[in-house]
């Protein structure tokens, strides 16, 4: 049996511009199972990061339900949501959005203080083997100046896991990486997700990064346009 653990139904998202409405999504309808990778693709404008926002509590949609771990999202408060987001999500952005004057190590730690579950040794414990997972073990205290851009993601990447959430959300997360940099990062992802069971849900506009999702759902103006299921997923 499938387990679906994100569930988006019908899913409605305008901005105002002025007095006019812009519609950014026209009721999408989405069932991500647990363990699944799903990549979202589509021309520019056509919603992704819409969807991922809206999926990550990030903003609200006008009409439409979404279902996380079995939980209603749309009407959570604030706080309960922050703490969602703390524990079941981890994002992974294009632009690695890193604290600069945290070394690596110290950029992997924070999520972990912020969640206030464990004392500083096991955090410490715990931070050095996510950097050791992400092939980092040599670069704790670079700070992200210090590293390549690969590097700077890989710490992203360990950062986004800092709290073992379920579900990885990336954001064109290789799109400012070289093509051989950009695999790295995707074989890593790749991995976590078959040797942890992470849910991964991905954006990308490369068709050799989508390659590596179970499913391809591409989007168009705001609506499913097609999907595909990939690796006999
Ligand atoms: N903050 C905003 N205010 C007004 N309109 C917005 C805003 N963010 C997005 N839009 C509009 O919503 C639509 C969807 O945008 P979105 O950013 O989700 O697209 P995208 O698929 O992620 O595109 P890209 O591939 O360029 O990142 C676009 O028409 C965009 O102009
Ligand atoms: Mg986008």
């Known amino acids: 049996m499938t387990v679906s653990i994100i569930q988006v139904e019908n899913l409605h998202k305008s901005y105002l511009m002025g007095k006019e409405a812009v519609p950014a999504l026209r009721g999408v309808t989405i069932n991500v199972r647990q363990g699944e990778m799903l990549c979202l693709m589509g021309p520019s404008g056509s919603g992704k990061t819409t969807l991922l926002n809206l999926l990550g509590g990030l ?89 390549s851009g690969g590097q700077q993601q890989r710490v992203a990447i360990a950062r986004a896991l800092a709290n073992d959430p379920p579900i990885i959300i990336g954001d064109e997360m290789t ?19 078959q040797e942890q069971g992470k849910t991964v849900i991905f954006v990308t506009h490369d068709p050799r990064m989508a390659d590596f999702a179970d499913r391809i759902i591409n989007l168009l103006d705001g609506v499913i346009d097609s999907e595909e299921v990939r690796n006999g997923g």
């Open 175 to 193: 799109g400012d990486l070289d093509s051989q940099t950009g695999f790295e990062v995707m074989r890593l992802v790749r991995r976590l997700n």
């Open 59 to 147: 903003d609200e949609p006008g009409r439409g339900h979404i279902t996380i771990d079995g939980k209603n999202i749309v009407s959570m408060k604030e706080e309960q949501l922050a703490r969602l987001r703390l524990q079941k999500l981890g994002y992974i952005f294009q632009t690695f959005n890193l604290l600069n004057n945290f070394t690596a190590f110290e950029n992997v730690e924070a999520p972990i203080v912020l969640a206030g579950k464990l004392r500083r040794r096991q955090r410490k414990e715990r931070a050095a083997l996510l950097m050791e997972q992400v092939g980092l073990a040599d670069r704790m205290d670079h700070y992200p100046s210090e590293l």
